[in-house]
């Protein structure tokens, strides 16, 4: 330890050294790890960084996988083989997918037969849990198990060693290596036999002992994969593995891989050809054969690819030998056409040598044409909007819609197919739209009675055709009847606008007549409908309805047609009556019937008011709410009802706040007035609030003089909802707006109103004084006067008082600087004419 080191310097570096070596230990490990689990391709961390190939999804599998309670089989695998887990394997197929061009990948997807190496549901594991096959070639590393039954028992499990033996108690070395287990077989039981003399038939004696020579554990092998594959390399997998498990492991062919002429090589030489096809067409993989140590796969560049796109069941990039024909490639590979393709002509789109050509393929040339690198085959739909043989029926028939014009061809026959025709139908026109041959439409016009009778023959009809019958109702103008005023509208009655008039359409809602009295109802038209029937089919009637007083404005109908003489100023007629209240089927009851757009009134009785009613609050004896008794009713009528003034009542202050209510189109069209007037002023401070259909303000009043003489105006009428404030007498005034400091001060009387404005600290520069007002404690406003145009008269002050000072406009603020520039120059003229005065005088 130095001289300058404290002890919690060195307790610091101790804990950071061993902070230091667990990690390094813990990286350590990591690596271990990695190179524990490894059974595949043989690379280092270098090579781990620098990979990027795309593996699309494909798992690489150590084939050792142990089965629950399977055949204790097992892979022998030396510390030397390494397989890639599958982990790192997808880690290394998304870094190269995120790096893969865009369009390359979607070509990828598009080609037949790679989705079987990037579906997570297929495997191709070899299987550990199969009878061991008899032509198996042992090697180092296999594990063969003996076991004799019958006059002997006995049980071997004997390695394969490296140099290809395997050593029998009491027999020796056995060599069984490069041959097949069979042959392995032959070989152990004749040297058994020396020992075991059952084993062989002796002296003319039976044979009384048995040997089965099985596979126990299985050895590892090593397989080079090379090419055009996702993940090429060399591999270490089960002996048992077959060409397609390999080919799994490395991710399958690559986008410029075969997938027809893969190659296995032995010993320098070619064993078989895998064609993958063969397993995605019929299943099966006939050159799917087993592997052996060293051995090499090789998939080449595919030679030639044509792109099938359409009405095909299974569209793709197909890789075709040379012998196949379209007519193979559509119906074994593509699976066939689908039901809308259009056979008839196929459209093939060929490279040559400086651009593309189109070809024409009919659908009898498919078995003899070869496609040519590149070529894309276009398999089009068939044009299911046009019917090659289709007439069409609609209008008034029970069963309207499309016919075949060859099982209907001609009229009758084609309403014959659409039922008849419904009751409504007109027949004295029914319409043919045709189309001719230079595809312009004419129309034909036939009275079905005339075809009936004989007097014209049965019309031939034509593909296309449409035929219309057309109703009675619908040539009829739409009758309608009109019902408004004191009727209990249902919302569930067909109602329209009342600006609608004549119109058909309706609406779930009540609608609310021009001047917001009552709703409005239409309702269609049927004959011998009364006014009472009318009224209740809109809800009857309502308590204020005045039945003695019905009105019915009929239209003026053409009667005098087109004769001038009739012409004159009636525009409809009118009729009054009075019904029953309770719209009963009585002598009494009206017999008006109604007829096509009649418009219906159901009058108000003059006498019906609803109740009405007013609100006292603040200082009165019994505040509440008071219903009115007559329609003349005055302020000091309901003060006197509730028991007058008390004793705290300032009746100066008081206050009527009343609500006044405008229809939304006068609010609408008051609003628009005033953004015209804020937009065209040339005052800046011109402020336009928003136009509302209920508001409520207050109405100044003299309480005083209304209780002092009820005949006087003060005492004003009342209406429905008004409230009369009446509050306890302020004591204070208060100072708003363009003051030095706005507040409030006692009220003091007999003292002007310049006073309080100097007990808000007078005037500011930019203070309007001749603007200056007063809003009362009972809502009235009185306003600053001119005397002779120069002198400001302010208005007088009393209790509960609100002083407002505005401020000034840019206008006038820049009027009083003149003023001012011009008062001091005339000030500076006239001190400079009195100094010449005296120079002058003392001459």
Do not use: W
Request: glycine share 8%.
């Amino acid at each position: 330890m130095q001289a300058n080191d404290c002890p919690n310097q060195v307790g610091v570096r101790f804990i950071s050294s061993h902070i230091c070596k667990f990690i390094v230990s813990i990286l350590f490990l990591c690596l271990s790890f990695l190179s524990n689990r490894s059974n595949g391709q043989t690379f280092n961390l270098g090579d781990l960084q620098n990979l990027a190939l795309p593996m699309q999804g494909a798992k690489i599998q150590t084939s050792a996988t142990k089965l629950p309670n399977a055949d204790p089989r097992k892979v022998n695998s030396s510390g030397s083989n390494k397989v890639s887990s599958d982990s790192l394997k997808t880690k290394l197929a998304d870094k190269a997918l995120s790096s893969a061009d865009s369009a390359s990948a979607a070509y990828r997807k598009k080609i037949f037969g790679i989705d079987i190496f990037n579906n997570p549901n297929i495997t191709f594991e070899s299987s550990l849990n199969i009878p061991t096959p008899k032509n198996y070639i042992l090697g180092a590393g296999d594990e063969l198990v003996i076991d004799i039954n019958g006059y002997s028992e006995e049980h071997y499990t004997l390695p394969v060693t490296p140099d290809g033996y395997i050593k029998i108690a009491k027999v020796g070395n056995v060599f069984v290596s490069g041959i097949t287990i069979e042959e392995a077989k032959r070989r152990i039981v004749d040297r058994l036999s020396k020992i075991y003399i059952g084993l062989k038939p002796y002296g003319g004696a039976p044979a009384n002992t048995t040997a089965t020579v099985s596979l126990g554990s299985i050895k590892t092998i090593r397989v080079s994969i090379l090419g055009n594959v996702v993940a090429p390399g060399t591999y270490s997998i089960s002996s048992l593995s077959r060409v397609m498990n390999a080919l799994y492991l490395a991710g399958g062919p690559n986008e410029n891989g075969t997938f027809r002429e893969i190659k296995v090589i032995r010993d320098k030489k070619l064993i078989a050809q895998v064609d993958l096809y063969d397993l995605l067409t019929t299943g099966n993989l006939r050159q799917n054969i087993g592997l052996q140590d060293q051995d090499l796969i090789q998939v080449g560049a595919y030679k030639s690819r044509v792109e099938i796109i359409g009405e095909v069941k299974k569209p793709a990039v197909f890789e075709v030998l040379p012998n196949e024909n379209l007519e193979r490639i559509i119906n074994e590979y593509g699976s066939g056409f689908t039901a809308m393709a259009y056979k008839s002509l196929l459209k093939v789109q060929r490279i040559t040598e400086k651009e593309s050509k189109l070809i024409d393929l009919s659908n009898d040339l498919i078995s003899s044409f070869y496609p040519k690198p590149g070529d894309i085959i276009t398999v089009e739909k068939v044009l299911t909007n046009r019917v090659e043989n289709a007439v069409t029926l609609e209008g008034a028939v029970f069963r309207p819609g499309k016919f075949s014009v060859n099982d209907s061809p001609t009229l009758t026959k084609l309403i014959k197919r659409g039922e008849g025709f419904r009751e409504d139908a007109f027949l004295g026109r029914i319409t043919i739209t045709r189309l001719r041959d230079d595809l312009t439409k004419e129309n034909i016009s036939i009275n079905y009675n005339d075809l009936t009778s004989g007097k014209i023959p049965d019309i031939a009809l034509r593909r296309e055709d449409i035929v219309t019958i057309y109703s009675v109702v619908e040539l009829m103008e739409k009758y309608t009847v009109r019902i408004q005023g004191e009727i209990n509208l249902k919302e569930t009655a067909p109602l329209t606008s009342a600006t609608d008039k004549g119109s058909t359409g309706v609406s779930e809602t009540p609608s609310e007549s021009p001047n917001n009295d009552s709703p409005i109802g239409t309702f269609p038209f049927i004959h011998n409908m009364t006014v009472e029937d009318l009224i209740e089919k809109a809800g009857g009637l309502k308590e204020s309805a005045a039945t003695g007083r019905i009105e019915v404005i009929r239209r003026k109908k053409n009667i005098g047609k087109d004769d001038p003489a009739q012409i004159n100023s009636t525009i409809g007629e009118r009729f009054n009556f009075s019904i029953n209240n309770n719209l009963s089927l009585d002598p009494n009851a009206s017999k008006f019937i109604l007829e096509p757009f009649d418009e219906v009134f159901v009058r108000s009785s003059p006498n019906y008011e609803k109740q009405q009613f007013v609100s006292i609050e603040g200082q009165i004896t019994f505040p509440g709410v008071y219903g009115l008794e007559r329609k003349n009713e005055r302020i000091s009528d309901v003060i006197s009802r509730a028991g007058g003034l008390n004793a705290q009542a300032y009746p100066k202050g008081a206050t009527l706040v009343r609500k006044f209510k405008i229809s939304k189109q006068e609010a609408d069209r008051k609003s628009e007035q005033f953004s015209e007037l804020s937009d065209n002023t040339q005052e800046a401070s011109v402020k336009v609030k928003a136009v509302k259909e209920e508001t409520s303000e207050s109405v100044g009043i003299d309480l005083v003089e209304a209780l002092d003489n009820p005949d006087s105006p003060a005492n004003m009428l009342l209406q429905d909802g008004d409230i009369i404030k009446i509050p306890k007498e302020p004591q204070t005034v208060r100072m708003q707006g363009e003051v030095l400091y706005p507040t409030s001060t006692r009220y003091i009387d007999g003292l002007p109103f310049k006073h309080y404005i100097s007990e808000a600290g007078g005037f500011t520069e930019l203070s309007s004084r001749k603007r200056s007002y007063i809003i009362y404690a009972n809502g009235s406003v009185d306003r600053t006067r001119k005397f002779l145009g120069l002198i400001n008269i302010y208005p007088k002050v009393y209790p509960g008082s609100e002083i407002i000072v505005p401020s000034l406009n840019i206008r006038q603020g820049a009027t009083q600087q003149v003023l001012q520039t011009i008062q001091t120059i005339s000030i500076g003229i006239t001190s400079l004419g009195t100094v010449f005065a005296l120079i002058r005088a003392f001459k």
